[in-house]
């Protein structure tokens, strides 16, 4: 079970950006997290006129680690590590270590 998906939102503990939360865009192979306004590089593209693209620099977001967010508990207000338990009826779900709750409720 994946503890970070997208649709969460995250703080970014480790790095340049460390502090700053986001929303997740994407969670990419590898190990890999795509946070909303996190990590923003420049990139030069070339026009593609076949897929009506205008070259130019573009800005975008930079795949973090997911190792180097942890995501938001909106009861602490801080940021809070993940786990995993089965529920009475058998499902799995996530729930956030510090107070027990579940974070897919």
Not at 18 to 41: F, Q
Not at 70 to 87: H, Y
């Amino acid at each position: 079970m994946q503890k970070i998906r997208k649709g969460d939102t995250v703080v970014v503990i480790a790095g340049r950006e460390k502090g700053r939360t986001g929303t997740v865009v994407g969670v990419l192979a590898g190990d890999r997290v795509l946070v909303e306004n996190v990590n923003m590089v420049k990139r030069h593209e070339k026009p593609n006129p076949q897929r009506n693209r205008q070259g130019g620099i573009v800005q975008k977001e930079a795949p973090l680690h997911r190792s180097n967010v942890a995501l938001w508990n909106p009861a602490t207000r801080q940021a809070d590590r993940v786990g995993c338990r089965r529920l009475a009826d058998g499902r799995k779900v996530r729930c956030f270590r510090s107070n027990g709750e579940l974070v897919d409720a």
